[in-house]
């Protein structure tokens, strides 16, 4: 049933149900005033129910022009009172329908452009009455829902570009692989140290597809929450120095900078493979034989931060947005043999988020790239 019709039986109700009550009430009234009359008030006079009915008839003769006059009033005000109801109800009754109809149509409006797929006009109610909080929670559903097949978009877009990098970066040693496997089968390196040359050729192909898969792996593990992170206080300038000194490659020239003392809640493991990859990234993507690190961190709103700055090119504006996405790299990077997998930065965010951080890059004022990394300060009550 449409609250339309429900509001008319209310209003019929309404009406009807206070004028049979007043009636039936009117009812008992009179038959209690004449039992009244005739067993407490008349023996009192000393007079029967007949004979009053006898003085009431003359009195009527006498005053039956006042009756009439006094019945037709009496009509009236009756006539007039249930009219004012019926006007009442029926006003009342189309005002308030009024005030749900309106509403209802333009929250059903809003729904149904949800429902073809409109999900940037929102419904924009603007009377403060209680359709208000329901219009504003469809408008906020819209713009989840806009948000999250976003994301599932970025998503699908992201599974391509790594699947497409994944395809590319195998594709090349995998070639070097096979060509030089071919070769050894022809017998085209007749000397030893020819064949010597490309069985290190291969082996060192093979080492980068397994150093690539183990990253890949290692990502997909954190993509999913499934590594155990096991988070602990660390002073943060020794941990540092025990992961990134020995773990400094060839090419990187490592200068601890400022930083202070303080105690930061991290995984050892995890945050030993930020500073390998960060390391290992300057050292790929530098553009000269040696390339200087700075570490530096700092407190910053409740957080350390961490900072590597190299000393290379940078990167452009539009590729700073883009350094930790899976499989990324610059187009000089890309085109380059032995470059990496494009999976360091993006295992650096990821042990980040993972221990409660974030990281972002910039380029230094003077030249280089800074990847900033935050971690959870200890807390006094923290064990360790």
Known sequence: MTIKKRLARSNIAMFVIPVLAAAVLLLIGLGIGFALLERVYLPQLGISLQELHQTGEAIESLLSDSAAILCGYAGAVAAALLLTIAWTNYYLTRNLFRHISEPLDTLTTGVARIRDGDLDTPIAYREADEFRAACDAVDEMAARLKASLEQQQRERQKKQELIAGMSHDLKSPLTSIRAYTEALLDGVAREEAAKQRYLQTIHAKEAEIEAMVNRLFEFAKMDVSEYPVRSEPLPLRETLEETAGPQ??????????????????????????????????????????????????????????????????????????????????????????????????AVVKKAAEEMGGSVRAENGSSGGLRIRFTLPLAKEGDNG
């Open 248 to 345: 400094c490659p060839d090419g990187v020239t490592l200068a601890l900078g400022e930083i202070p003392e303080m105690r930061v809640l991290a995984d050892r493991e995890l945050l030993g493979r930020i500073v390998s990859n960060l390391l290992d990234n300057s050292r790929k993507y530098g553009g000269r034989e040696q390339v200087r690190v700075t570490v530096s961190a700092r407190e910053a709103d409740g957080m350390a931060e961490i900072c590597f700055a190299d000393d290379g090119p940078g990167v452009t504006a539009v590729q700073l947005p883009k350094l930790f996405d899976a499989f990324y790299r610059g187009d000089a990077a890309r085109t380059a043999p032995g470059s990496g997998s494009g999976l360091g930065l």
